[in-house]
């Protein structure tokens, strides 16, 4: 539990980060390209993706406007769509959507 409390900080601070470090016209700046390797360090995690993806769901509700379009960028860019379809298409998806 202590792990998951640490890497959910560290994974809204990031978000945070990202979100701030946005520049108008540029598809993603320096600083969002550097927070983004951080990001896919923790991807081949289950426990680190589940909870970087329920950190994402619980700030999307916070933010409006264009950081919400930010945060789906980061979202297509971490490949994070990808995992929920592919759990969706396994032989238990019915335990997808009960938790």
């Given at each position: 539990?202590?792990?998951?409390?640490?890497?959910?900080?560290?994974?809204?601070?990031?978000?945070?980060?990202?979100?701030?470090?946005?520049?108008?016209?540029?598809?993603?700046?320096?600083?969002?390209?550097?927070?983004?390797?951080?990001?896919?360090?923790?991807?081949?995690?289950?426990?680190?993706?589940?909870?970087?993806?329920?950190?994402?769901?619980?700030?999307?509700?916070?933010?409006?406007?264009?950081?919400?379009v930010?945060m789906?960028?980061?979202?297509?860019?971490?490949?994070?769509?990808?995992?929920?379809?592919?759990?969706?298409?396994?032989k238990?998806?019915?335990?997808?959507?009960?938790?």
């Amino acid at each position: 539990m202590k792990k998951n409390l640490k890497h959910t900080e560290f994974v809204e601070k990031l978000l945070i980060e990202f979100l701030y470090a946005d520049e108008e016209g540029v598809k993603f700046s320096s600083e969002q390209k550097k927070i983004l390797k951080k990001f896919k360090k923790g991807l081949p995690s289950k426990r680190k993706r589940k909870i970087m993806t329920a950190t994402f769901f619980d700030l999307r509700q916070e933010v409006s406007g264009e950081m919400v379009v930010t945060m789906q960028k980061l979202v297509y860019k971490l490949g994070l769509l990808e995992y929920a379809v592919k759990k969706l298409k396994s032989k238990k998806w019915y335990l997808v959507l009960g938790s």
